[in-house]
């Protein structure tokens, strides 16, 4: 709280370090326009570490209906109400990662909210997107291989300007994410296993 109080927070969040099938240090951005920039990519504040005062709770309540309320209600009260989120630069919980999480258990109906989520992040960052920018965008967040070489220059441009952060984590991560996106597709045609072929 005290935290909060000096960084200007309304919303706090917090890394964590997640144990079970995986070990690692779960980092998340600190400052509010960083974690609006990766929450386009992920979910850059994690719903277990989420503290906030009681009159804020109460006023916009939790969305049980949504697949993905812990992720959808930070963003929620960042784009609609203007609150500022933070998150705390260690981690304060311990994170189990296991596979009856229901993350992982309903995993497609979640993978759709948190589309819609990170659409609705990238639509309030930069107002004056086009769905052509949006569907390009989206092309690097799902991994998936661009339609053509007009939407691959559309997706970097996007991707220079959501890279201009002070934060060089959140620069080599967005960095990462260009040089996976921009990867040629790898096709295994059958002519020799183990010998894919790029298209």
């Given at each position: 709280?005290?935290?909060?109080?000096?960084?200007?927070?309304?919303?706090?969040?917090?890394?964590?370090?997640?144990?079970?099938?995986?070990?690692?240090?779960?980092?998340?951005?600190?400052?509010?326009?960083?974690?609006?920039?990766?929450?386009v990519f992920?979910?850059?504040?994690?719903?277990?570490?989420?503290?906030?005062?009681?009159?804020?709770?109460?006023?916009?309540?939790?969305?049980?209906?949504?697949?993905?309320?812990?992720?959808?209600?930070?963003?929620?009260?960042?784009?609609?109400?203007?609150?500022?989120?933070?998150?705390?630069?260690?981690?304060?919980?311990?994170?189990?990662?296991?596979?009856?999480?229901?993350?992982?258990?309903?995993?497609?109906?979640?993978?759709?909210?948190?589309?819609?989520?990170?659409?609705?992040?990238?639509?309030?960052?930069?107002?004056?997107?086009?769905?052509?920018?949006?569907?390009?965008?989206?092309?690097?967040?799902?991994?998936?291989?661009?339609?053509?070489?007009?939407?691959?220059?559309?997706?970097?441009?996007?991707?220079?300007r959501l890279?201009?952060?002070?934060?060089?984590?959140?620069?080599?991560?967005?960095?990462?994410?260009?040089?996976?996106?921009?990867?040629?597709?790898?096709?295994?045609?059958?002519?020799?296993?183990?010998?894919?072929?790029?298209?």
């Amino acid at each position: 709280m005290a935290w909060m109080d000096a960084h200007g927070v309304d919303v706090c969040g917090s890394c964590t370090r997640v144990f079970g099938d995986h070990w690692y240090l779960g980092w998340v951005p600190e400052q509010h326009d960083d974690i609006l920039r990766e929450s386009v990519f992920r979910c850059a504040f994690v719903h277990p570490t989420v503290l906030l005062p009681a009159s804020i709770a109460k006023a916009h309540p939790f969305n049980e209906r949504h697949r993905c309320g812990g992720d959808e209600l930070p963003i929620r009260l960042a784009l609609e109400h203007g609150y500022r989120l933070g998150n705390v630069p260690q981690a304060l919980i311990k994170y189990r990662h296991h596979a009856a999480q229901r993350t992982r258990v309903e995993l497609r109906p979640i993978v759709a909210h948190r589309k819609e989520i990170r659409r609705r992040v990238f639509r309030h960052l930069f107002p004056e997107v086009t769905r052509a920018d949006e569907a390009a965008v989206m092309r690097v967040t799902g991994a998936a291989p661009f339609a053509d070489s007009g939407e691959r220059e559309r997706a970097a441009g996007w991707m220079a300007r959501l890279s201009e952060t002070d934060n060089p984590m959140v620069r080599r991560l967005m960095a990462e994410r260009w040089e996976a996106a921009s990867r040629p597709a790898i096709l295994d045609v059958g002519e020799a296993p183990g010998r894919p072929v790029a298209s």
